[in-house]
């Protein structure tokens, strides 16, 4: 089984200053790595997503993200944020192969002040 | 667009009296599956089909039942709805074997008074 946290429950930020969400998770079989974002009533939007390559991968909205196997590590990054990234993120963890049903953690509230 | 409808969006339903929630996809994904998602809280998986099987996670509820008709569409059934069941809940689908992503609808919010 696999298993994902995300250490900061909240994380406020100025607008225009950069920021991080961590990330990290336990596997013992090989695992996708993703990050979602999710607004107020919404359903959950794909950030990005790591498969293999490059550690380093950038998604929407500016969002990347890098892959650390000996860390065990996927924290994502901004350069900077503005307004309307506030919002929910959440990490997942699928097995590679099968049926690529996310693992979630229990999210990080991104809340970016003017 | 090929896309992942949920409806409704908001439901209220009474305390003890049956619901159901409904799910479609235009995706033609074998994978369809149930989260329950409560307030600041990470979606909890519920139950999945893969294909035609049925896959309950074990610590699901059997107030919650699912039904999948054809590959279309899923339905989450809640016989006896308690406050306790007030949440978000949220389909999603994949495709075993490709792009290795899961695809959301915008979700129920379920209110139950």
């Known amino acids: 089984a696999q298993s994902v946290t995300q250490l900061d429950s909240q994380v406020p930020v100025f607008e225009e200053a950069p920021v991080e969400l961590r990330c990290n998770y336990s596997?013992?079989?090989?695992?996708?790595l993703f990050w979602y974002v999710q607004y107020p009533n919404q359903g959950l939007q794909l950030l990005l997503k790591y498969l293999s390559g490059s550690t380093l991968v950038k998604g929407i909205n500016g969002f990347e993200a890098e892959f650390n196997k000996s860390q065990t590590s996927f924290h994502l990054r901004k350069p900077s944020v503005h307004i309307s990234d506030t919002a929910e993120y959440f990490c997942a963890v699928t097995r590679s192969g099968g049926s690529y049903i996310p693992t979630f953690g229990r999210g990080t509230s991104l809340i970016v002040h003017p | 667009d090929a896309m992942v409808i949920q409806n409704p969006r908001y439901q209220v339903t009474q305390f003890g009296k049956p619901v159901t929630l409904s799910c479609s996809q235009t995706?033609?994904?074998?994978?369809m599956y149930w989260y329950q998602q409560k307030s600041s809280q990470a979606p909890k998986l519920l139950f999945h089909?893969?294909?035609?099987?049925?896959?309950n996670e074990a610590d699901t509820p059997d107030n919650f039942q699912s039904r999948r008709p054809n590959t279309s569409f899923c339905f989450l059934d809640i016989r006896s709805p308690g406050l306790g069941d007030a949440a978000m809940y949220l389909c999603?689908?994949?495709?075993?074997?490709?792009?290795?992503?899961?695809?959301f609808g915008q979700g129920t919010r379920l209110t139950v008074v």
């Open positions: 596997s013992s079989v090989s695992v996708y």
């Open positions: 089909y893969y294909d035609k099987d049925f896959n």
């Open positions: 995706l033609n994904h074998n994978v």
């Open positions: 999603a689908t994949s495709r075993s074997g490709q792009r290795a992503e899961a695809f």
